[in-house]
């Protein structure tokens, strides 16, 4: 009888079961948010709905959603990735110095990856293994890794890729990342969709993906329970070194050259794009769906203060009032939570 | 490691017969820095029985246990699993063999399910995608062979404190655990739900699982438990049919010793009221408290663990909200609603935890004396005044003897006694007409004890009203004048030090409230 139950269960809650999963409440509030402020900005300026403004739209939300990306990863091991950023920067010199001193694209991109990736592991191995507080190993990687990025060229930006490269290659590697679209959507989009995708799978139906929840929750609990802790602290370092890395080609492509301060404070952006979605800061909960609405409520924010004429101070500070706001909530409905349990 | 046959098949045998020993543990010792933990305990565990593990605080109780299921490793003596000898385990390797144990602080990952819980570590998975359908059905039905009705996909930490425990039994259940460790299980549920506690017990024991029960609810032994293993000091005392003992027996087992006269007592006549509670209500363990202390006397707190007696310390001082009840100093009502209240009225506490709750451990001796007393020490314009600082040092380590070389000493350098010493220095300074230990004397050497004790004496001389709080018995009965008994937040007994006996402190210690489930 209980098979039938489980039969007629599998048929008709497929939707129920999407709804019903632990988190969802807060993504759906913060696409409602998203709509909301949306539709706000397109009232008081009609461009904002315009067709190219929405594809700008998307491009830019692009860089914020794989920054959120990885370091939502770290927020649900319960730990942070303070050296995304200066990894952004890191990736685009490395990229960009190759390319301009005339070596191929793919491996210019391929050892700009290595050294993000290596970095992941010294982060990861720092944090799981000699438990080193997170705050403090990546502050560490941060300035490490932004001062490979300067040491790259020379403490000077690069040249255009063009000039190594030649104009052909140079272009197809900005279209590729940057100007070019596919299906009318511009490709830094689909770029970060797809690793988007990729990511969401992998935290969301794999075993290490229960895994990284499970360590956020209760890291004792989780090594009794015979979790490899080390080895998914590192998994968790390494989705946001490949994250950062991409944005760094993505910043390389837009620029035609690489930018010192390329990246610079995208670590905080990643925090941001994370919590506004509903991912915990205090680690085990929050869904990467949350961190795209995250990523879009940023952008649609910075577009629609640009676009009815706010300056960039008034942006930051709505931004910030956003922020808090978000983990504000967060934090009144878990002690409310922790209230009613100790009540009982 | 002798392996005389396969773990796997012997547990088989142990789930179709029952009665067969399946744990044998002979003469284990095991050495903590300082203290013999265990000394040459023998404990036997057959299939299909509950088995009441029994002893007072710090018998040896949970470090036997955790031997057992891979936690700590001892230092010598045999343990068999299923007829086979194992040297040590690893907690993952217990697991393996079937040992289980369910903590007395549940260790599961509130913001999983409870079919995530019970599968973590070993998902299902179907190539790399995790089957989260079959993990649930698998859930479900160990669940449902329980007969506890929750749903596998609810959040752990929605749900109430018992339903966490059943997970955490059915999570045994799903590694096919034969031997089950409970500590204090019923510690946190109501009547209703250790009846459901019970009835899964019996079941369990039905299907010949073995079922290490530690309590100190002796009165709710009669419902479920077959033997008894007696512990005391470290040392195994004795075992045997729960039948065929009397709870007398069991209690005069377990508490053992007589107590001698090493505890200085000064007599001085009892003088006035000084301090009041009445009706005192905080939560669960701080349920209508009354009680007062005299002028000339020390008043003892006695209870088990978990008796509520920190709690009402705690509500007393203000760390934890009231939700009721009227405190009275001198005659006069004070409100308390923080710590703050309570030191500028006179009232003062040295903490359970000297390390999380008495000390700033990395600060000097110098700013640990000073922290309570700035107000005394400060110019008007907040600017602390060296000389008067110095003095209230010097004043502090003289009085109590503390030993060090100079203030400047790391407060979380010096020894167990000595930063106790600290810890009540810090309010000498201040006139206060109420001090409160609690557990001053806990992991502190002999002579540095009997310091503490003739503290104690001397504030009892000056008059000072004493509320001493120690799970201790011998002390508890040496040095107080008056002793009340807490149970389950509650106070179950009060009597003279002079007049009574351990065994009838320790029977109000455990006059737990007739719960539905005894019986």
Same mark, same amino acid.
């Given at each position: ?29 913060? $696409? ?73 694209? $793919? ?35 941060? $300035? ?180 808090? $706001? ?19 | ?17 029952? &009665? ?90 509130? *913001? ?6 019970? +599968? ?40 109430? !404190? ?8 059915? #999570?045994? =259940? ?78 005069? *087992?377990?508490? &053992? ?5 090493? +505890? ?7 003088? #006035? ?17 009354? +009680?007062? =202390? ?39 009502? !004070? ?26 451990? #990395? ?45 400047? !000493? ?43 004790? *003739? ?12 509320? +001493? ?37 320790? #029977? ?12």
């Amino acid at each position: 009888m209980r098979e039938d139950r489980m039969m007629n269960e599998k048929k008709q809650s497929a939707v129920k079961r999407i709804l019903g999963t632990r988190g969802m409440g807060a993504v759906i509030t913060a $696409f409602a948010g998203l709509i909301i402020i949306y539709v706000a900005f397109g009232l008081i300026d009609r461009k904002v709905f315009a067709g190219q403004n929405v594809m700008n739209l998307l491009r830019s939300m692009s860089k914020y959603l794989l920054i959120g990306v990885g370091q939502s990863y770290l927020l649900i091991t319960g730990n942070i990735d303070l050296s995304i950023g200066s990894m952004v920067g890191m990736s685009a010199m490395i990229s960009a110095t190759l390319m301009a001193m005339g070596v191929n694209p $793919f491996v210019a991109m391929a050892v700009a990856m290595i050294c993000c990736l290596v970095t992941g592991v010294v982060n990861g191995m720092l944090v799981g293994k000699f438990k080193l507080p997170p705050f403090i190993a990546t502050l560490g990687t941060m $300035f490490v890794t932004r001062g490979v990025a300067y040491m790259v060229n020379n403490n000077r930006n690069t040249d255009a890729i063009a000039t190594g490269i030649g104009k052909e290659a140079g272009d197809r590697f900005q279209n590729f990342f940057y100007y070019g679209k596919t299906l009318g959507v511009y490709n830094t989009f689909w770029i970060a969709l797809v690793i988007f995708l990729i990511f969401f799978f992998l935290l969301s139906k794999t075993r290490t993906g229960r895994h990284i929840y499970a360590i956020g929750s209760n890291v004792d609990a989780a090594k009794l329970s015979g979790v490899n802790v080390v080895n998914t602290t590192i998994k968790a370092y390494l989705v946001s070194a490949v994250c950062a890395c991409v944005v760094g080609y993505i910043l390389c492509a837009q620029a035609g050259m690489g930018n010192m301060e390329a990246g610079n404070m995208y670590e905080m952006y990643g925090v941001a794009a994370g919590v506004i979605g509903g991912i915990s800061p205090l680690g085990g909960t929050g869904l990467l769906l949350g961190t795209f609405a995250g990523a879009a409520v940023w952008q649609t924010l910075e577009n629609g203060l640009n676009m009815i004429g706010a300056q960039v101070g008034i942006q930051r500070l709505v931004i910030g009032i956003i922020v808090v $706001f978000s983990v504000l909530l967060d934090v009144v409905v878990r002690s409310g939570n922790f209230g009613k349990k100790a009540s009982k | 490691m002798k392996v005389q046959n396969s773990c796997r098949g012997s547990k088989q045998k142990a789930g179709e017969k029952m &009665g067969e020993v399946i744990v044998s543990m002979k003469d284990i010792v095991k050495t903590f820095p300082g203290v013999k933990a265990l000394d040459h305990v023998n404990f036997e565990l057959r299939s299909g029985e509950v088995m009441a593990l029994l002893g007072e605080n710090g018998a040896g109780k949970s470090t036997l246990m955790k031997i057992l299921s891979g936690v700590y490793t001892k230092d010598s003596g045999t343990m068999t699993i299923f007829g086979t000898e194992y040297e040590n385990l690893t907690p993952k390797q217990a697991q393996a063999v079937g040992v289980a144990i369910i903590h007395q602080e549940l260790n599961m990952c509130r *913001n999983l399910s409870v079919a995530e819980n019970m +599968f973590l570590g070993r998902e299902k998975v179907n190539g790399i995608v995790l089957n989260d359908r079959e993990m649930e059905a698998e859930a479900a039905k160990i669940l449902g062979d329980l007969k506890i009705d929750i749903d596998p996909r609810q959040t752990v930490g929605d749900l109430p !404190v018992s339903k966490q425990q059943m997970v955490e039994i059915a #999570k045994a =259940l799903s590694i096919h655990a034969k031997i089950l460790i409970m500590d204090e299980p019923t510690s946190s549920l109501t009547a209703k739900e250790i009846d459901e506690l019970f009835r899964i017990i019996r079941q369990l024991k039905a299907d010949g699982c073995g079922i290490v029960y530690i309590s100190h609810r002796l009165e709710e032994l009669k419902a479920i438990v077959d033997r008894v293993t007696i512990m005391r000091d470290g040392q195994y005392i004795t075992d045997g049919n729960f039948k065929d003992m009397t709870m007398d027996q069991i209690i005069a *087992n377990m508490v &053992g010793r007589e107590i001698k006269e090493q +505890f200085p007592r000064v007599s001085c006549p009892k003088g #006035k009221k000084v301090f009041e509670v009445r009706n005192l209500n905080a939560g669960h363990l701080v349920r209508d408290i009354n +009680f007062s =202390l005299y002028e000339g006397e020390i008043v003892g707190f006695a209870g088990l663990m978990g008796a509520g007696r920190t709690e009402t310390t705690r509500a007393i001082f203000g760390v934890d909200p009231k939700t009721g009840g009227e405190i009275f100093l001198d005659g006069k009502e !004070v409100k308390i609603s923080c710590p703050m209240d309570a030191i500028k009225a006179g009232i003062v506490l040295a903490p359970e935890d000297r390390k999380k709750d008495g000390l700033c451990t #990395k600060l000097s001796i110098r700013h640990n004396l000073a922290l309570p007393n700035l107000d005394l020490i400060c110019s008007k314009l907040g600017v602390i005044s060296r000389k008067q600082e110095d003095d209230l040092c010097e004043k502090a380590v003289k009085d109590l003897l503390i030993k060090t070389p100079t203030v400047e !000493v790391n407060a979380g350098n010096l020894s167990g006694g000595n930063q106790q010493k600290v810890v009540v220095g810090k309010w000498l300074a201040r006139n206060s007409r109420v001090v409160i230990f609690d557990e001053p004397t806990r992991g502190i050497d002999v002579g540095a004890k009997v310091e503490i004790y *003739n503290l104690m004496n001397q504030l009892k001389k000056q008059g000072i009203a004493v509320m +001493f709080v120690s799970s201790e018995m011998p002390e508890v009965l040496g040095i107080a004048d008056r002793v009340i008994v807490m149970c389950d937040g509650r106070i179950t007994g009060e009597v003279m030090a002079k007049e009574t006996t351990q065994n009838e402190v320790l #029977k109000f210690a455990t006059e737990f409230e007739q719960k539905k489930a005894v019986g």
